[in-house]
């Protein structure tokens, strides 16, 4: 019995030892399932995280894409606008010059529709109506007609420029054209040698002077625009000292020349021989060169009745107010207009960087002082 009672002691402690066992397997099964749990978490998240930054970074090159044509179509917009703002100052020369043609044509009408009627009396018409609703009066007419209710001008409107003209072609001036008449009338406002009433003369300079303003604003906005588009512009460098690259880079974005062509490799003083010497540039543009310091003088000379001239390349060599005695000066007159006032903007005191419009007395007097001299003007002309 001693030898049962001693194995089923052993059996009773194995045992027990066998459940803590069993126990601490299942306490280590639920540790390596939490741990099992905690790593799928993490890879999980980790995943998620992944997936994320494939996401950002998807996200970012659309974004980069997006700038880059955001960028692209700013430039083409800024393009298209300085395309537009030039083509403006066309389409206004074209409106005034199709309005001016326009008054001609209806003068020609007047002219025309006056001369059918029968008058009853000479000289006496009065309250004729037009189309637009305004009325010529008995004196207005005789100041158009002549004696005999004939053209007492024979004259054409275009531009607000008149020309007198003999009656059928006889050799013999008409009446209204010669000094001192007046309309049977009496109305001496309406004496006239040219045809032209004193209310036609005066609309038609008020006309003209509202053009010479339209074109001037449109004129020294495009040159504004276009220098603060220059390469040294944008780039913050400015022209202090480097009249040679203001010159070249406003010719280039006119696309009168290209870099790297060589038109562009010259002090100021010699700039505009230069160019005179390779006769076209490599855009097509003819160099027509004057020398001497009545090179000014010379080009207007030339182009007598041509205005306006446009794209004018001046060299100083020293002197007066001249920036730069050794390398002289070289500037870019953009346009002499049609009453002589001179547009261009220049690294100089008379400019200051920004487009100005003068007469040409003012701008000889600047750049023409006693002291300066001119070495040098070339004109560029299709």
Do not use: W
């Amino acid at each position: 019995m001693a030898k049962i009672d001693i194995v089923t002691a052993d059996l009773q402690a194995l045992s027990s030892k066998m459940k803590q066992a069993e126990a601490n397997v299942g306490k280590a099964r639920m540790l390596v399932s939490m741990a099992q749990s905690s790593l799928n978490m993490q890879v999980a998240s980790k995943s998620s995280i992944s997936s994320r930054l494939d996401t950002a970074k998807r996200k970012l090159t659309t974004q980069r894409t997006g700038i880059g044509k955001m960028v692209s179509l700013t430039n083409q917009a800024a393009e298209e606008f300085e395309r537009a703002d030039k083509g403006s100052g066309r389409i206004v020369e074209d409106l005034f010059d199709n309005l001016f043609r326009m008054l001609g044509k209806m003068a020609d009408s007047v002219k025309n529709f006056i001369q059918s009627i029968v008058l009853e009396k000479h000289n006496q018409v009065a309250g004729i109506f037009l189309p637009a609703g305004s009325i010529l009066t008995g004196s207005v007419i005789s100041g158009l007609l002549g004696p005999s209710g004939e053209s007492g001008s024979g004259h054409t409107s275009s531009g607000g420029e008149h020309n007198t003209t003999n009656n059928a072609g006889n050799g013999k001036p008409n009446s209204s054209s010669q000094p001192g008449h007046t309309s049977s009338t009496g109305n001496t406002s309406h004496t006239s040698n040219t045809g032209m009433t004193a209310e036609q003369k005066k609309a038609a300079e008020e006309a003209r002077a509202k053009k010479l303003a339209a074109e001037k604003k449109q004129t020294l906005n495009e040159i504004n625009t276009r220098y603060k588009n220059l390469p040294n512009s944008v780039n913050k460098t400015g022209f202090k000292g480097k009249c040679s690259a203001l010159t070249f880079q406003q010719l280039n974005a006119l696309g009168i020349v290209k870099k790297n062509t060589g038109e562009s490799a010259a002090a100021g003083k010699d700039y505009a021989s230069v160019l005179a010497k390779k006769g076209k540039t490599s855009t097509g543009y003819t160099c027509t060169g004057y020398e001497g310091n009545d090179a000014l003088d010379k080009l207007l000379a030339a182009n007598q009745g041509k205005l306006p001239i446009t794209n004018i390349v001046c060299s100083f060599k020293k002197g007066g107010n001249i920036t730069s005695e050794k390398y002289g000066h070289a500037m870019l007159i953009s346009k002499i207009d049609e009453a002589g006032n001179v547009y261009f903007v220049d690294n100089t005191s008379k400019s200051k960087y920004k487009a100005v419009c003068i007469s040409l007395e003012e701008f000889k007097a600047y750049y023409f002082k006693k002291g300066s001299q001119c070495s040098g003007i070339t004109h560029l002309h299709k």
